[in-house]
C-alpha cells in the first residue's frame, strides 16, 4: 500500500515516510528518505506561483497538472514507481485539502494501475483518512489522453496492460529468434494481458454509460 500526508500530518516513527518535494531539508526539516523523481520541476513550479495572481485558479492548476504529467510522471513507469514505494507514506507540504503533487502522483497511480491512494493523517500508530482533492483525479485523465495515443482504447489502465503485453511479445519474438526455441510463457503472459486489458475496458465503457446516463435524468 502506498499513502499520501502532508510533513504536519505525519506524526510518527513507525511507517515508512517518503519525501516527494523538491526541498526535504529545507522548510520541512525532513530528515527521511526521499524519491527525487517525484518532485515538480522547478520552472514550471515557478510559473504556477507567479501566475496565481493573474489568472483562475483552476485555469492555473490545470497548467501544473498538465506540466508536472509531461515534464515528470510521463518519464516514469507506474508499476516501477509503486513497487519501489510500496510500503511508503508519500510526504509533501500543503494540507490535505489543498492543492499538491502528491494528489497528482495518487491519480496517477490510481488511473494506470487501478489501486488506491489515500490521503491521510498519521499519529503513532492511528491512520486516519482524510479527504483530498477529488476533481485531480478527471483533469489529469483528461491531460493525458490529450497528450497519448490511446490506440482506440478510453480506459488508460486498458491501454497499460495492451502495450505490456506488445513488450512480452516482443521480447518472445527476439528470445526465440537468438535462442531457436519456444518461450510460450511469454507468450501465455501477453494473452493474459490483452485479455484483462479487454475486460478493463469493456468495464470501463459501461461505467461511463451509466454515469452519463445518470447525468441525463
Known sequence: MIYTCSYKNFKTNLYKGCSISGDKWGRAGWKGNSYSLLAPKKKFLTIWHNNKEIISENENNEYYIEEYYKQVLSKLDPEETYRKLDGNFLLCFEDNG????????????????????????????????????????????????????????????????????????????????????????????????????????????????????????
Not at 102 to 122: G, S
Not at 136 to 161: C, D, H, P, Q, W
Open 98 to 217: 489543498e492543492f499538491c503533487h502528491r494528489h497528482i502522483v495518487a491519480a496517477w497511480l490510481e488511473l494506470f494501475l487501478d489501486n488506491k491512494v489515500n490521503e491521510v493523517k498519521v499519529d503513532g500508530l492511528a491512520i486516519t483518512y482524510l479527504d483530498s482533492p477529488g476533481y485531480i483525479k478527471e483533469v489529469l485523465e483528461k491531460v493525458i489522453k490529450n497528450n497519448t495515443n490511446m490506440r482506440g482504447f478510453n480506459s488508460l489502465r486498458a491501454l497499460y496492460l495492451f502495450e505490456m503485453s506488445e513488450k512480452f511479445e516482443n521480447e518472445a519474438d527476439i528470445m526465440e529468434e537468438k535462442f531457436e526455441k519456444s518461450y510460450g510463457h511469454l507468450r501465455q503472459a501477453a494473452a493474459y494481458l490483452r485479455s484483462e486489458a479487454d475486460m478493463i475496458e469493456d468495464d470501463y465503457r459501461v461505467k461511463k454509460l451509466v454515469k452519463r446516463s445518470g447525468n441525463n435524468e
